[in-house]
Nanobody, 125 residues
């Protein structure tokens, strides 16, 4: 079974930048699109970003558009989420996941999986 392991989170100040990494144990991203979700305390898990497919650019939640960037390094079998200009409202547990090509465009958590264990990012204002 493929495992996704996130790293790179931590405690930062508003305005800082952080890069999250997601290392896959298998070649899951050869046949699916990597994505990121997050979950803040007391809130539902929400979509953050998914890699683009064919002629489509990556998709981002409106709340992070222009500040976050999803990318991958196939040689390292790793996906990244570069987060710039962080705000207090970005504080959450960030999850790495994937979606099938056929469900590209969906932002519903049910269309994504497997999931990493989550990586905490706390932004202090």
């Amino acid at each position: 079974q493929v495992q996704l392991v996130e790293s790179g989170g931590g405690f930062v100040q508003a305005g800082d930048s952080v890069r999250l990494s997601c290392a896959a144990s298998g070649r899951i991203f050869d046949n699916s699109l990597p994505a990121w979700f997050r979950q803040a305390p007391g809130k539902e898990r929400e979509f953050v970003a998914v890699e683009g497919w064919r002629d489509s650019s990556p998709l981002y939640a409106d709340s992070v558009k222009g500040r976050f960037t999803i990318s991958r390094d196939d040689a390292k079998n790793t996906v990244y989420l570069q987060m710039n200009s962080l705000k207090a409202e970005d504080t959450a547990l960030y999850y790495c996941t994937a979606t099938a090509f056929s469900t590209f465009g969906s932002r519903a958590a049910r269309d994504f999986g497997p999931w990493g264990q989550g990586n905490q990012v706390t932004v202090s204002s």
